[in-house]
């Protein structure tokens, strides 16, 4: 399995990398300057926007490589993998509430486990981005016979944009507020998911917000028993 990824896309990303670069070197200048001379509330909010920012640098580049490679053709494995697993660690890292609703024996998927953590990171990440912070990320899976279905629900939200729109690489640049984790990451979530043979969408949820949502097949009897 491969993917492929055009070539501007890496255009949007070089552009992104601009703003954290001049935060993080404002940041670093002002603290080299006069960092005995500024409150501690201060030098404590330059450090943390350096840090921030930083975090986004590194996920920008991140997208980077990942999108060169895809451009070359990114090969993907193929085995069963449980969603279950594969989202504890990534969730364990969101800061606000996350109510799961997946049934208790959810058939595995077949995927690439690097690239589908990849994928969830990403999904998670934007929706968490979009979403008020008391209400939280709500997590939905259920399976049909031939795919199994995982959908993130944004609350407080409004949708911009329809369908597979938002997982195009230009739609949600001009949606506020930015997500976290960069532009781009919607996208590479899209390009890794249609990789390993599934699909992606987004539809408004009335009175939630936006589900962002993918299907990979199902693993079979036989898969199970590679």
Known sequence: LTVQAPEEMLGVL???LRTPVTTIYAGASLLQRAGDRLPATTRA??????RAEADRL???VDDMIMTSEASLGVDATSEPVALPRLLEPILSGVEMPVH???PSKLPPVIADPRHLGRALRDVVSFAEARTDEQSGLNIAARSGSRAVRLVV???GHAATEEGERYFE???HRLDEPRPTSGPPSLYVARLLVDAMGGRTWA???P???????????????TDLMA
């Open 169 to 171: 690489p230009w739609a």
């Open 100 to 102: 799961l609703d997946l």
């Open 14 to 16: 070089a552009h992104d």
């Open 207 to 221: 009175g939630k917000g936006v589900g962002f949502g993918f299907s990979l097949p199902r693993a079979t009897e």
């Open 203 to 205: 539809t408004p949820e």
């Open 153 to 155: 629900s944004t609350s």
């Open 45 to 50: 909010s330059v450090i943390n926007d350096i």
């Open 58 to 60: 590194r996920q920008l």
